[in-house]
């Protein structure tokens, strides 16, 4: 197995343990390393052992090895070949498991930022998922092949972005129709559409607005992400307001929410 440097090391495993920004918890991704912005001689003790390159260079493998121990997702060269699959088997993997999914954008990059990760959403006939990124800019309809590691943060699976292909052939998702108290765990990562009256809404500023809609079946949490176009409208949804709303099935700890993405998702509804 190759041992990398210590200092690629760090980065590798603050990149793999990094959680991005959350509702009510914030962590940031660019993790600054001392020993990165420090020369590196200057890191070690005012001695010949320190000025050594045969030692520095045994201290680096033996700080390296440390690291791999610490941060077992970091990849070596050895590593065996990443298989595609679907985006249901990745989902149902293991937190950690590196993973390789094709599938249609469902939410564009960027458009949860103030709430979840930076990232974008994807989905092929089997599931859907959230993938954490900030470096793409991915539109709806991008068809996309993603490589990552299986995580999952405030309980709604992800993947954790290696790198990611824009394939030729762009397509559309039609949103599953769900009532609104039947949005579960089996709906979590899918592009859905329901609709109801609303009960109440609330404020979650920072991060969002939250607006609490029934058909009958059981209340469902619409949360409206402050990044969103939508936000600015916020405040329009009333109690007694029947509307239907298309959006990403998300989960943040126990609670199971619908997030709409664009103006367009959510609409007023003629009483009957």
């Known amino acids: 197995m190759m041992v990398l440097p210590f200092p690629s090391i760090a980065r590798s495993c603050a990149?793999?343990?990094a959680g991005g920004r959350g509702r009510h918890r914030a962590l940031s991704q660019d993790v600054a390393f001392l020993g990165d912005r420090i020369p590196y001689r200057s890191r070690m003790p005012n001695s010949r052992c320190g000025r050594s390159p045969i030692i520095r260079s045994c201290i680096s493998t033996l700080l390296g090895a440390f690291f791999l121990g610490a941060c077992p997702g970091v990849?070596?060269?050895?590593?065996?070949p990443i298989r595609e699959m679907t985006i249901a088997e990745a989902r149902a993997s293991e937190s950690g498991t590196a993973v390789r999914v094709t599938g249609i954008v469902t939410v564009q990059s960027g458009a949860f930022a103030s709430s979840l990760s930076t990232g974008f959403a994807i989905q092929d006939g089997t599931a859907g998922i959230y993938v954490l990124d900030r470096e793409h800019a991915f539109e709806l309809g991008d068809r996309v092949r993603v490589t990552g590691r299986r995580g999952a943060e405030f309980d709604q699976r992800h993947i954790r972005l290696d790198s990611a292909e824009?394939?030729?052939v762009s397509g559309t998702v039609v949103p599953r129709t769900v009532r609104t108290g039947?949005?579960?765990e089996s709906e979590a990562g899918y592009l859905i559409r329901t609709a109801g009256r609303v009960n109440r809404a609330e404020d979650d500023a920072p991060y969002g607005y939250k607006v609490f809609i029934d058909d009958g079946s059981g209340e469902l949490q619409v949360f409206i992400d402050a990044s969103t176009e939508l936000f600015r409208n916020a405040t329009t949804w009333k109690p007694g307001d029947s509307i239907e709303v298309i959006g990403f099935a998300g989960r943040y700890k126990k609670i199971y929410e619908i997030m709409p993405r664009i103006p367009a998702d959510m609409r007023k509804q003629a009483r009957h």
């Open 15 to 17: 990149a793999h343990r």
């Open 75 to 80: 990849l070596a060269s050895d590593a065996a």
């Open 166 to 168: 824009k394939l030729p």
């Open 182 to 184: 039947r949005v579960g």
